[in-house]
């Protein structure tokens, strides 16, 4: 059974970054929504005893209020990271690196 998970560093502050929405979607429908913990990581967006299908996937970083709270302006309220599931027995982990005018994503392990 796949899981999906996250993990969101602060790359400007070097460290993880806590409190940020993340909401797992496929087409319009939410999946499963979390928080970023004090890690910065999601361990599983799916509800316990979910399961996914292969097919293209979206996760949504709600960074605005992240941002606000350290009292930093942002270019981005929102950062979406769209990817396709191809094997649904697989484990999906999406890391975001963060600062307030730019971000990158990979598929981790």
């Keep these: 059974m796949s899981t ?6 602060d790359t400007s502050l070097g460290k993880p ?4 929405r993340v909401t797992l979607q ?14 910065g990581r999601v361990r599983d967006l799916l509800a316990h005893g979910s399961s996914i299908s292969g097919g293209d996937y979206h996760l949504t970083f709600s960074v605005a209020d992240y941002f606000g709270a350290t009292k930093r302006k942002s270019f981005y309220n929102e ?3 769209h990817f396709h599931i191809s094997d649904e027995n697989e484990h999906y982990h999406v890391p975001l690196l963060l600062s307030p005018f730019g971000y990158s ?3 981790g392990t």
């Excluded at 999906?4 to 560093?9: E, G």
């Excluded at 496929?26 to 890690?39: A, K, Q």
């Design 4 to 9: 999906i998970s996250t993990h969101v560093l």
């Design 17 to 20: 970054a806590a409190g940020i």
């Design 26 to 39: 496929r087409d319009s429908s939410l999946i499963g929504s979390s928080v970023t913990d004090e890690d």
């Design 79 to 81: 950062i979406t990271v």
């Design 105 to 107: 994503t990979y598929r």
